[in-house]
């Protein structure tokens, strides 16, 4: 079957500190990978996403590289600020068939000065 | 552009009453989804439109969960009657082609409390 298994949290870091979220997938075919993001209070946002093996999604300073080898689609960032606190979920989206999602279970961020 | 909207954004029942809620998407986006959000669960599909044909439902209730999308515009979801089980935060979400293989932009969310 299809899921997304996502490094429990909570996590909490320092201002400018390394964040590493781990998000690995299973799924059959070829699917898409998304990290979204949800800020206190507001909806899910799209951060960035990656469509075949060895790409590399970003967007605001976050990275991720989807990995077929390892089914992983880790989420970086180099130095952290605490805007950047929130919930981020990751997600495949699995191919054809409608595309429809699956999302993990979250990973809250706590930033703190 | 409006984002997505939903309404209401919080909703208080008891067990066995009867929710409705209530979507529209961006203007233009062909595919609309509902999906449950239980607390400190990721969200999951419940049911994906195309215009106003349905692609997917093979998680929703059918017992209790109803949803249509005439017109192919907006969408109402609802269950009758509601579980305890049910508590959660109902998303709308919606892209704009008709294989849902465009970003998906959520709305805000329908808070469900059944006591």
């Known amino acids: 079957g299809n899921s997304v298994t996502q490094m429990e949290g909570p996590v909490t870091l320092s201002e400018e500190a390394f964040l590493t979220i781990n998000c690995t997938y299973t799924?059959?075919?070829?699917?898409?990978l998304f990290w979204y993001v949800q800020y206190p209070g507001e909806g899910l946002q799209l951060l960035l996403k990656?469509?075949?093996?060895?790409d590399k999604g970003s967007n605001k300073g976050f990275e991720a590289t989807y990995r077929k080898e390892t089914t992983s689609f880790h989420l970086e960032k180099g130095s952290v600020q605490v805007s950047d606190s929130a919930v981020y979920f990751c997600?495949?989206?699995?191919?054809?068939?409608?595309?429809?999602?699956?999302f993990g279970t979250g990973t809250s961020l706590t930033v703190i000065p | 552009e409006a984002g997505v909207a939903q309404s209401p954004r919080y909703k208080i029942i008891e067990k066995r009453q009867s929710v409705a809620f209530w979507c529209n998407p961006i203007?233009?986006?062909?595919?609309l989804y509902w999906y449950q959000q239980i607390l400190g669960q990721g969200p999951k599909l419940l049911i994906q439109?195309?215009?106003?044909?349905?692609?997917?439902d093979s998680q929703l209730p059918k017992d209790r969960f109803s949803a249509e999308r005439l017109k192919g515009v907006d969408s109402t979801l609802k269950i009758q009657p509601a579980k305890l089980e049910d508590s959660a935060v109902y998303l709308c979400?919606?892209?704009?082609?008709?294989?849902?293989?465009?970003?998906?932009?959520f709305g805000p969310g329908t808070r469900l409390t059944v006591l």
């Open positions: 799924a059959t075919g070829y699917p898409s």
């Open positions: 203007s233009g986006h062909a595919t």
């Open positions: 990656a469509t075949k093996a060895d």
């Open positions: 439109f195309q215009n106003n044909g349905v692609v997917d």
């Open positions: 979400a919606s892209s704009l082609d008709l294989m849902g293989t465009d970003t998906q932009y």
């Open positions: 997600a495949l989206r699995k191919p054809n068939t409608g595309n429809q999602f699956y």
